[in-house]
């Protein structure tokens, strides 16, 4: 087995553990090949995770994102050791090493989960960008709300004044979603999540579409700036008369979990107030 070791070393102590991991993995007598990249997102990710027949991302949720987007274009599973603050979708923690043993049995409990594309239509032509969480359209401007339209297969759904709206995976539910005050999906239900953030309106409400539908949104602020982000990642800018669609991908994100953990256990332990 060949495994490629993807550390976000913008992440406090990821040197140690990394350090740590490899030499457990060559214990185990597994071949790895780690990369160099210093900054964040990684530059070399596409290459080492073509070349490997597994992942392991080293650092918080934002980093198992990052190589779980990657590897979904190969097959390839991603195992994540948290070695930031929340780890949310971790399957492993950096103190817990032991738990990589485990790589070398035939069988591993990988969760499948559904992703995003989102395609600008713009006049410069598309661009086709994969989420794995969300993605949010914004406003530029801090301090004015933007307008936009949302439609679902051709047809109207919604009309916002607001801050923005994010459309995100069962996945992303419990990331910004949440915090605008959307629902908690579990993941193993394929859905759209909607849900707009600070919405000017006494009634306005997060929709959940099935997992077939295309969502059109359309920024309706001539002159006020608009912006489209995946993941926190990708930020690409809008003008007046562009649109963006969301649609289920024919991606899936494989995502490993090396301790027998329930979803909503987890949640309660994460996400709860300390």
Do not use: W
Not at 119 to 143: C, K, M, Q
Request: charged share 20%; with cysteine; aromatic share 4%.
């Amino acid at each position: 087995m060949r495994v490629a070791i993807l550390p976000n070393r913008q992440v406090n102590g990821v040197d140690t553990v990394l350090k740590n991991v490899c030499e457990k993995l060559n214990s185990l007598g597994i071949e790895i090949i780690v990369s160099q990249d210093t900054a964040f997102p990684l530059q070399d990710c596409e290459a080492l995770v073509r070349d490997a027949d597994m992942v392991l991302a080293l650092g918080g949720d934002g980093t198992l994102i990052h190589a779980a987007k990657h590897a979904a274009r190969y097959e390839r599973s991603v195992l994540g050791i948290n070695c930031g603050h929340l780890g949310f979708m971790a399957g492993m923690e950096a103190e817990d090493l032991t738990a990589l043993e485990r790589l070398t049995e035939k069988e591993l409990t990988v969760s499948h989960r559904m992703m995003l594309e989102v395609t600008v239509h713009g006049a410069a032509g598309d661009r086709v960008l994969y989420a794995l969480n969300e993605a949010v359209l914004s406003r530029g401007n801090p301090s004015r709300m933007i307008r936009l339209s949302v439609q679902s297969d051709g047809k109207p759904v919604a009309s916002y004044r607001a801050d923005g709206v994010i459309v995100a995976t069962p996945t992303g539910s419990t990331a910004y979603s949440l915090s605008a005050g959307g629902p908690v999906v579990d993941p193993t239900v394929n859905c759209l999540l909607m849900t707009p953030i600070c919405p000017h309106s006494l009634h306005t409400r997060p929709y959940i579409f099935g997992e077939n539908v295309c969502l059109t949104l359309h920024p309706e602020s001539e002159g006020r700036e608009t912006y489209l982000t995946v993941d926190g990642e990708e930020a690409v800018s809008l003008t007046c008369g562009d649109t963006v669609t969301v649609r289920r991908s024919i991606l899936t994100a494989r995502i490993v979990q090396l301790r027998p953990t329930e979803f909503y256990e987890v949640l309660g332990r994460k996400l709860t107030d300390r």
